[in-house]
């Protein structure tokens, strides 16, 4: 636990501690057992996925989003936060990257295919070094077909921090993807670097408020103010948009005032287990759940 600490530390940039010797000796240690650790859990089948659901303004589940847990032997449950940024560094994450692809597609066409009450979108976060691959659309195209997913209901969030860099080739494969039929979400937005001229340019569906907007939106105009914006510009541009971290109803409201009628966050679902989410999307029929 202490080397997790310490890594995480390191890794915020937050904590000059890591500039001393012995530490950063620590630090390289916690890496490389926590790669390891990793490595293993790929193997041994640690690994598995979470859903969350979005609704809409009458809370009605539209779609998921797929999150990736991992029940590691020793230190129970290791949010993603913890080891995402290790995937990317070690280059693992394009065999995690593919494996979450894989188990969401395969399970969004059991849904599709079992009822119409599971008929929902997915959404599937995306790493830059993930998207940025050559064989990404490749793969992607690979697991729809054996999968037999449907294309029109998968949704990759991507981040603002894949745009930084060589924009025309990341534009050009998701023109590919979209050709696909697969749809694009801007994940966290807000929090980084975004030029309009260029979002413009991107085939988007949505754009997601960034939680650390939310969470004060209430008590923090300036908070209040740039949802307000990120709302307004999605409609300028013709994009939906959802509000990530929705925790109580006063959030929800405020937001449906202002123009948002897509929600994320505890006050609608936890992530949890597939049969969470099966259960309510079922339990539509009768009007019992949901
Ligand atoms: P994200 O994509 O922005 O996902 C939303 C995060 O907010 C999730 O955290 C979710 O559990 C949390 N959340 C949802 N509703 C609420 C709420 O009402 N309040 C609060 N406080 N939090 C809420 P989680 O599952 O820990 O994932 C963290 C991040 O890890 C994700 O942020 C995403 O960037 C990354 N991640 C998760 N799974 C994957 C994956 O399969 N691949 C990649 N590349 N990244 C992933
Ligand atoms: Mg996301
Ligand atoms: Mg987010
Ligand atoms: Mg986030």
């Known amino acids: 636990q202490a080397d997790l600490a310490m890594y995480r530390a390191k890794d915020s940039g937050r904590n000059t501690l890591c500039?001393?010797?012995?530490?950063?000796?620590?630090?390289v240690k916690a890496r490389a057992a926590l790669e390891a650790d990793f490595r293993k859990a790929l193997r041994e089948d640690q690994l598995h996925l979470h859903y969350q659901p979005h609704v809409d303004d009458q809370g009605h589940i539209l779609g998921a989003e797929a999150l990736l847990r991992w029940s590691h032997p020793e230190r129970g449950m290791v949010p993603p936060m913890e080891f995402i940024a290790v995937a990317?560094?070690?280059?693992?994450?394009?065999?995690?990257?593919?494996?979450?692809?894989?188990?969401?597609?395969?399970?969004?066409?059991?849904?599709?295919?079992?009822?119409q009450w599971m008929r929902i979108n997915m959404a599937v976060n995306v790493?830059?070094?993930?998207?940025?691959?050559?064989?990404?659309?490749?793969?992607?195209?690979?697991?729809?077909?054996?999968?037999?997913?449907?294309?029109?209901?998968?949704?990759?969030?991507?981040?603002?921090?894949?745009?930084?860099?060589?924009?025309e080739t990341v534009i050009t494969r998701m023109n590919a993807l979209r050709e696909l039929g697969v749809g694009f979400a801007l994940d966290d937005f807000?929090?980084?670097?975004?030029?309009?001229?260029?979002?413009?340019?991107?085939p988007l569906s949505l754009l997601k408020i960034?939680?650390?907007?939310?969470?004060?939106?209430?008590?923090?105009?300036?908070?209040?103010?740039?949802a307000e914006m990120i709302i307004t510009l999605a409609k300028t541009l013709g994009l939906e948009v959802i509000a990530e971290?929705?925790?109580t109803p006063e959030q929800r409201d405020f937001l449906l005032e202002m123009g948002c009628h897509q929600f994320q966050g505890y006050l609608f679902g936890r992530p949890g287990p597939v049969d969470q989410l099966e259960k309510r999307l079922v339990g539509r029929r009768t009007g019992t759940h949901n």
């Open 127 to 167: 790493s830059a070094k993930q998207f940025r691959h050559p064989d990404f659309v490749r793969e992607v195209a690979e697991i729809l077909q054996s999968t037999g997913a449907p294309a029109q209901h998968l949704v990759l969030e991507l981040t603002e921090s894949l745009l930084l860099e060589d924009t």
């Open 19 to 27: 500039f001393f010797e012995p530490e950063m000796h620590q630090v």
């Open 190 to 202: 807000g929090t980084g670097y975004s030029s309009l001229s260029y979002l413009k340019r991107l």
């Open 245 to 247: 971290g929705v925790e």
């Open 88 to 115: 990317e560094q070690t280059g693992l994450i394009i065999k995690l990257g593919r494996w979450v692809l894989q188990t969401a597609c395969q399970q969004l066409a059991l849904w599709h295919r079992e009822s």
């Open 210 to 226: 960034d939680q650390s907007f939310v969470r004060d939106i209430l008590v923090d105009a300036n908070d209040a103010a740039i």
